[in-house]
Nanobody, 125 residues
Framework: QVQLVESGGGLGQAGGSLRLSCAAS????????MGWFRQALGKEREFVAA????????YYADSVKGRFTISRDNAKNTVFLQMNRLKPEDTAVYYC??????????????????WGQGTQVTVSS
């Protein structure tokens, strides 16, 4: 198993930036593909970004493409989400998630077995 702890959320301004981090512990971090999902109040959880275990490939939701960047540091067991040009509609609880490499999907929440507790991101206009 792997344990995930997010940090870096908070209040941001429209047009500004925030950086989320997710620290992993437990089984070797490089065994897992990693993803970020978010859930706004009253809405379903949605895919934001994902990265392969090696960092070789990244995936983004259309709504964040060109504004957000996912990266990972396998030596530090950490995945990051750099969020630039924030919009009020980015306001949500952001969750870090991990899945086995053998699970093909990168964008479906159901493919991810391990989840962090979430960190709130609020963007003011």
């Amino acid at each position: 198993q792997v344990q995930l702890v997010e940090s870096g959320g908070g209040l941001g301004q429209a047009g500004g930036s925030l950086r989320l981090s997710c620290a992993a512990s437990g089984r070797p971090f490089s065994s897992y593909d990693m993803g970020w999902f978010r859930q706004a109040l009253g809405k379903e959880r949605e895919f934001v970004a994902a990265i392969r275990w090696s960092g070789s490939s990244t995936y983004y939701a259309d709504s964040v493409k060109g504004r957000f960047t996912i990266s990972r540091d396998n030596a530090k067991n950490t995945v990051f989400l750099q969020m630039n040009r924030l919009k009020p509609e980015d306001t949500a609880v952001y969750y870090c998630a991990a899945k086995q490499r053998t699970i093909a999907t990168m964008t479906a929440a159901a493919g991810y077995a391990y989840w962090g507790q979430g960190t709130q991101v609020t963007v003011s206009s």
